[in-house]
T-cell receptor, first 113, second 114 residues
Framework: AQSVTQPDIHITVSEGASLELRCNYSYGATPYLFWYVQSPGQGLQLLLKYFSGDTLVQGIKGFEAEFKRSQSSFNLRKPSVHWSDAAEYFCAVGLYNFNKFYFGSGTKLNVKP | KAGVTQTPRYLIKTRGQQVTLSCSPISGHRSVSWYQQTPGQGLQFLFEYFSETQRNKGNFPGRFSGRQFSNSRSEMNVSTLELGDSALYLC?????????????FGQGTRLTVV
């Protein structure tokens, strides 16, 4: 069965430190890949997406993600975290032949001053 | 361009009642999906409507239903409410509804069942 795994439920980093949030998917072909961010009580906002081409994707707010086919991963990174980045982050995959969209369980990011 | 609008933002209902939530997608978007978000279960897919037809459905009981109108606005209905239905209900719209299109989310409706 298709699935999206975000192994880290909670992550705490210090402000200014680097960040990497993990995402793995289970699917026979390369899906369309997305990262979303959700601030408390709000809807989800798209950070970045990967469809094809360059495997390193740049997004908004200084985020980037790298697609690694061999590892079925699409990890989100940021070189220097700001306190305003504290939120919940969701990885999602779109399956083109089934036209379905799946979300991971989310990773809550806490930023220490 | 206006974003996805969900109404109402907050709702309190009693067990056994029914509730209807509304979602107005971005103009021109034909796909509307509904999600339930709870602290314990995370973000769970309810169903997706495309051009007034339910195209995909998640694993929720029949008490959860929806529809989409010709103007792409969608409603979600939950009958015989249970305490466990308390959640943030999110609506997302997509242009064309194919898997490679970005989903735009509304701010959600916070439903509390007492």
């Amino acid at each position: 069965a298709q699935s999206v795994t975000q192994p880290d439920i909670h992550i705490t980093v210090s402000e200014g430190a680097s960040l990497e949030l993990r995402c793995n998917y289970s699917y026979g072909a390369t899906p369309y890949l997305f990262w979303y961010v959700q601030s408390p009580g709000q809807g989800l906002q798209l950070l970045l997406k990967y469809f094809s081409g360059d495997t390193l994707v740049q997004g908004i707010k200084g985020f980037e993600a790298e697609f690694k086919r061999s590892q079925s991963s699409f990890n989100l990174r940021k070189p220097s975290v700001h306190w305003s980045d504290a939120a919940e982050y969701f990885c999602a995959v779109g399956l083109y032949n089934f036209n379905k969209f799946y979300f991971g369980s989310g990773t809550k990011l806490n930023v220490k001053p | 361009k206006a974003g996805v609008t969900q109404t109402p933002r907050y709702l309190i209902k009693t067990r056994g009642q029914q509730v209807t939530l509304s979602c107005s997608p971005i103009s021109g978007h034909r796909s509307v999906s509904w999600y339930q978000q709870t602290p314990g279960q995370g973000l769970q897919f309810l169903f997706e409507y495309f051009s007034e037809t339910q195209r995909n459905k998640g694993n929720f009981p029949g008490r959860f239903s929806g529809r989409q109108f010709s103007n792409s606005r969608s409603e979600m209905n939950v009958s015989t409410l249970e305490l466990g239905d308390s959640a943030l209900y999110l609506c997302a719209s997509r242009d064309g509804g194919t898997a490679n299109t970005e989903a735009f989310f509304g701010q959600g409706t916070r439903l509390t069942v007492v």
